[in-house]
């Protein structure tokens, strides 16, 4: 279609000329939809063009009601956009010229189908027009380019336009979080705010949703106060994407205090707390929403069902996600995409490793995530080679593996021992797919080799990376150290891990274990004395429970549960009776 209009891109300085002026040019295919519009735009197009004798201003609101009816069909878009086109070039070679709203009107239907050819010969003709310094065509002209990704060019026509309004600033700042220049969308706001002009509620949905991306949380409450000082109307829409900043940023509190005194909730708004919780590692309190949601029969959406199986998963309650996985059945819903990926997540984290095999099969689109979360749901199942299986088969299905999916293979390899298949698979990530191995990835390496034994050569891999090794390479290292009792290394590992995480205790309590394992006691005493000068506690284990879709955690020495003292006692009881049938250390 680029060519559509490039036999006329000289026609306003030299128009040509038609005597045909009783064509039906609009194609359109032979659908209802279609033809319900063409039914209803048909008999003002055919009073348009014979009605070339009224005054040309009268002619023109006719023209431009035309187009205006056009470009607002979205369900038609592309045929609707053919159709403008026509009536468009209709007005460069009859008359009358198009004016400050013709143009805009047939920019927002190029921009509906990305048709940047098509745009920019508008754009030529609007300046030939002289009219391209219009706010309101220059507003338009920059909402076709950021829809199309022309940043550049959208920068250009904003700094060169003399007149800016509110919109004009929100199309900038919005193409910026778009393109995920996040930092770029905030000094454009500052700009802005600067000026004369305050924000309006869309922009501060949009300025709140760059502070989520960037987990600026003071910037965040900046914006808030912003809100507050200014009396901006705060409707559901301003409200979900505070909530929302707030829980990307980490201030569950002030998140809950906003959700809490909200008079209007939408499901968005439920999602926004629900996900955003889940996304905090709060995955009780995520559930606990999800309740109280149902309470209030607020239907769910799969942005709900995604964030409830993601904290089934991580807190192993399969019950509940069994629940999710009956209800997608029931209301019919696809478990494709990333319902399907949450489904498999969560009965592979709770050991259902069957069950989510399942679900990838009966999957009819698997893109690359689909493939990544059971290959690494295998593998933390044990099921290293079946995962190596899946991982072969992605070529022939045309998919091709990302970095996470090397995760899973590497990690398969390393719990089934096939150290010298996942070196290769290592290699292979910049031979073969192009892609660059992260930390995580030399971690995935030196794990392997250490579990082998290759300590020596887990250490040359440590020592030639390209970048800094970080608390995960060194930990899987020293984990390698303390189960082949390499004290001596383990030693120089813990003064890397100590240096770039001092505050966590793993480092600590893996040294002492290995000062432990080789009756290096006294050393042992001395590195659990020194966590006690630094008060520093050890993370206590935890243990869990589901009950009637209730999960229960338990910690040694916790006494918070109202019926922990029954709880002791029948451990007591337990300890007793094994000891009874044999040699066994009490609990």
């Given at each position: 279609?680029?060519?559509?209009?490039?036999?006329?891109?000289?026609?306003?300085?030299?128009?040509?000329?038609?005597?045909?002026?009783?064509?039906?040019?609009?194609?359109?295919?032979?659908?209802?939809?279609?033809?319900?519009?063409?039914?209803?735009?048909?008999?003002?197009?055919?009073?348009?063009?014979?009605?070339?004798?009224?005054?040309?201003?009268?002619?023109?609101?006719?023209?431009?009601?035309?187009?205006?009816?056009?470009?607002?069909?979205?369900?038609?878009?592309?045929?609707?956009?053919?159709?403008?086109?026509?009536?468009?070039?209709?007005m460069?070679?009859?008359?009358?010229?198009?004016?400050?709203?013709?143009?805009?009107?047939?920019?927002?239907?190029?921009?509906?189908?990305?048709?940047?050819?098509?745009?920019?010969?508008?754009?030529?003709?609007?300046?030939?027009?002289?009219?391209?310094?219009?706010?309101?065509?220059?507003n338009?002209?920059?909402?076709?380019?950021?829809?199309?990704?022309?940043?550049?060019t959208?920068?250009?026509?904003?700094?060169?336009?003399?007149?800016?309004?509110?919109?004009?600033?929100?199309?900038?700042?919005?193409?910026?979080?778009?393109?995920?220049?996040?930092?770029?969308?905030?000094?454009?706001?500052?700009?802005?705010?600067?000026?004369?002009?305050?924000?309006?509620?869309?922009?501060?949905?949009?300025?709140?949703?760059?502070?989520?991306?960037?987990?600026?949380?003071?910037?965040?409450?900046?914006?808030?106060?912003?809100?507050?000082?200014?009396?901006?109307?705060?409707?559901?829409?301003?409200?979900?994407?505070?909530?929302?900043?707030?829980?990307?940023?980490?201030?569950?509190?002030?998140?809950?205090?906003?959700?809490?005194?909200?008079?209007?909730?939408?499901?968005?708004?439920?999602?926004?707390?629900?996900?955003?919780?889940?996304?905090?590692?709060?995955?009780?309190?995520?559930?606990?929403?999800?309740?109280?949601?149902?309470?209030?029969?607020?239907?769910?959406?799969?942005?709900?069902?995604?964030?409830?199986?993601?904290?089934?998963?991580?807190?192993?309650?399969?019950?509940?996600?069994?629940?999710?996985?009956?209800?997608?059945?029931?209301?019919?819903?696809?478990?494709?995409?990333f319902?399907?990926?949450?489904?498999?997540?969560?009965?592979?984290?709770?050991?259902?490793?069957?069950?989510?095999?399942?679900?990838?099969?009966?999957?009819?689109?698997?893109?690359?995530?689909?493939?990544?979360?059971?290959?690494?749901?295998?593998?933390?199942?044990?099921?290293?080679?079946?995962?190596?299986?899946?991982?072969?088969?992605?070529?022939?299905?045309?998919?091709?593996?990302?970095?996470?999916?090397?995760?899973?293979?590497?990690?398969?390899?390393?719990?089934?021992?096939?150290?010298?298949?996942?070196?290769?698979?290592?290699?292979?990530?910049?031979?073969?797919?192009?892609?660059?191995?992260?930390?995580?990835?030399?971690?995935?390496?030196?794990?392997?080799?250490?579990?082998?034994?290759?300590?020596?050569?887990?250490?040359?891999?440590?020592?030639?990376?390209?970048?800094?090794?970080?608390?995960?390479?060194?930990g899987?290292?020293?984990?390698?150290?303390?189960?082949?009792?390499?004290?001596?290394?383990?030693?120089?590992?813990?003064?890397?891990?100590?240096?770039?995480?001092?505050?966590?205790?793993?480092?600590?309590?893996?040294m002492?274990n290995?000062y432990?394992s080789?009756?290096?006691?006294r050393?042992?005493?001395?590195?659990?004395?020194?966590?006690?000068?630094?008060?520093?506690?050890?993370?206590?284990?935890?243990?869990?429970?589901?009950i009637?879709g209730?999960?229960?955690?338990?910690?040694?020495?916790?006494?918070s549960?109202?019926?922990?003292?029954?709880?002791?006692?029948?451990?007591?009881?337990?300890?007793?009776?094994?000891?009874?049938?044999?040699?066994?250390?009490?609990?």
């Open positions: 279609m680029g060519t559509f209009i490039s036999s006329c891109t000289s026609s306003i300085i030299t128009p040509f000329t038609t005597t045909n002026t009783s064509l039906n040019p609009i194609p359109y295919t032979n659908n209802n939809n279609n033809h319900h519009l063409w039914k209803t735009i048909k008999p003002l197009y055919a009073f348009v063009i014979k009605t070339s004798n009224l005054q040309t201003q009268t002619q023109l609101h006719l023209y431009n009601s035309l187009i205006q009816t056009l470009s607002n069909d979205v369900t038609n878009s592309h045929s609707s956009f053919q159709a403008i086109l026509l009536i468009y070039l209709h460069l070679t009859n008359g009358p010229l198009p004016d400050t709203y013709t143009i805009p009107y047939v920019l927002k239907a190029c921009a509906q189908c990305q048709a940047l050819p098509e745009g920019q010969q508008i754009h030529a003709h609007s300046i030939k027009m002289g009219v391209s310094c219009n706010v309101y065509v220059n338009t002209l920059m909402r076709m380019y950021a829809v199309c990704g022309h940043i550049g959208l920068r250009n026509l904003f700094d060169r336009c003399p007149h800016r309004d509110l919109v004009s600033w929100t199309t900038l700042i919005q193409a910026f979080v778009k393109m995920a220049s996040f930092n770029e969308a905030i000094d454009a706001f500052l700009r802005m705010c600067e000026s004369s002009l305050v924000a309006d509620e869309m922009m501060l949905v949009i300025i709140l949703s760059a502070c989520a991306k960037l987990g600026d949380l003071s910037l965040g409450r900046k914006i808030h106060a912003y809100i507050v000082d200014n009396n901006v109307k705060c409707d559901v829409f301003v409200y979900n994407a505070l909530v929302d900043m707030y829980l990307k940023c980490g201030d569950t509190d002030s998140a809950s205090c906003i959700f809490d005194g909200m008079l209007v909730k939408n499901v968005v708004s439920w999602n926004s707390m629900i996900s955003g919780l889940a996304y905090q590692g709060k995955f009780t309190e995520s559930l606990d929403r999800f309740r109280k949601m149902q309470g209030l029969s607020v239907k769910p959406d799969s942005v709900t069902l995604v964030a409830v199986l993601n904290s089934c998963a991580n807190l192993g309650m399969l019950e509940l996600g069994k629940w999710v996985h009956a209800y997608i059945d029931k209301n019919h819903i696809k478990a494709d995409g319902i399907g990926n949450a489904l498999m997540d969560m009965y592979a984290k709770c050991a259902c490793i069957q069950q989510a095999y399942g679900i990838f099969q009966e999957m009819k689109f698997k893109d690359v995530f689909s493939y990544t979360t059971i290959i690494v749901g295998l593998a933390i199942n044990g099921e290293a080679q079946r995962a190596l299986n899946i991982f072969y088969d992605m070529p022939k299905h045309g998919t091709k593996p990302d970095e996470v999916t090397f995760i899973g293979v590497l990690s398969a390899c390393s719990h089934a021992g096939l150290v010298d298949e996942g070196v290769k698979h290592f290699h292979d990530m910049s031979m073969t797919y192009n892609l660059k191995p992260q930390t995580e990835h030399y971690g995935c390496l030196v794990d392997l080799l250490g579990r082998a034994g290759l300590i020596h050569e887990a250490l040359k891999v440590v020592e030639n990376m390209p970048m800094e090794p970080d608390g995960f390479v060194w899987a290292l020293l984990g390698a150290c303390k189960i082949h009792g390499q004290v001596e290394l383990g030693e120089k590992v813990v003064k890397k891990l100590v240096t770039l995480e001092p505050e966590k205790d793993g480092a600590y309590i893996l002492s290995l432990s080789a009756n290096r006691w050393d042992a005493v001395k590195v659990r004395k020194a966590m006690k000068e630094m008060k520093m506690k050890k993370t206590p284990g935890c243990s869990s429970v589901e009637d209730v999960v229960y955690e338990f910690r040694r020495g916790d006494k549960n109202p019926k922990s003292k029954d709880v002791y006692k029948a451990v007591e009881r337990i300890s007793s009776h094994l000891k009874d049938y044999g040699d066994y250390s009490a609990l």
